[in-house]
């Protein structure tokens, strides 16, 4: 593996498990030092332990502006600066239906999934722009772009994050600011768990076999942090896609 990241410093939010634990790895195996960044202490102190003095333990709910601030600003004065925003962690908890949800806990989505999104925003483009530019990439999904049972809040969640990508590309590109979206598909982790869990929509009838592996996101999360996607900023880039896959050399 090229160590296409060297030098570079990646803050990884919700890197506890899943997608952010799989891209923290393949971001640390191309070079790049990672902040991580969750809830779950022990997991990225583990993950931490794990990826050697490339790596930087932080934890962080997103859903509060001043821990994400503190936990880049972290990770920035211990590395020399901070290059990549991976705006990943996400919930989707409590699946339930518009008329019955528990209004706090609909509402703790969109802290989450969207002014978390905006957070790790807020904080990271005063560092980046003070370097001359960087990369924030957040995950999207399906969900920011059609309407799914039992999903109002992440439904709503995703596609105000989606279109937080499309502000910050307007407002930042000319600055240096890398902005694009990471749709991908349905992903092996504890999320899909839950969903299955809740039997509510067609998506939590999937068999398991129908999901891809955590590391062909970030796979792409890696290139999309590179020149070789930038002909994609501004976008949101879908692991659907077959060609990105082909592009990516991910096959099924
Ligand atoms: P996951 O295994 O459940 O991981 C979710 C991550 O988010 C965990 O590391 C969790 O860490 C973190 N998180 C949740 N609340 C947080 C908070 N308040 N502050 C900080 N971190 C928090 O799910 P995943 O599939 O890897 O999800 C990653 C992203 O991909 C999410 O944005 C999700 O919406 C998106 N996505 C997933 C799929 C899929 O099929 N899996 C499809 C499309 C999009 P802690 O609990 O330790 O805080």
Redesign the pocket.
Known sequence: MTEDLKGKTAAI?????????AAAREFAARGANVIL????RD??AGLSGELGKQALAVP????RFWEVESALAAGADEFGSLDILI??????EPVAHLGTVDPDAWAQVI???LK?VFHGIRAALPLMLAEGGGTIIT?????AHNPLEGWSH?CSS?AGAAILTDCLHLEYAAKGIRAMGL??????????K??KASGVNPVSRLEWSD?IP?DW?AKALAWMCTGESDEFLGTEISLRDEAIRARLGLVA
Not at 139 to 143: D, Q, T
Not at 185 to 190: C, I, K, L
């Open positions: 939010t919700g890197a506890s498990r899943g997608i952010g634990a960044m969750a809830r779950d997991s990225i962080c709910d997103v859903s705006n990943n962690a996400g919930m989707i802290d989450v999934n978390g995950i999207s999904s399906g969900a992440y995703k749709s991908p598909g349905t992903v092996a982790t504890q999320m899909q839950e969903i999901h955590p996101p």
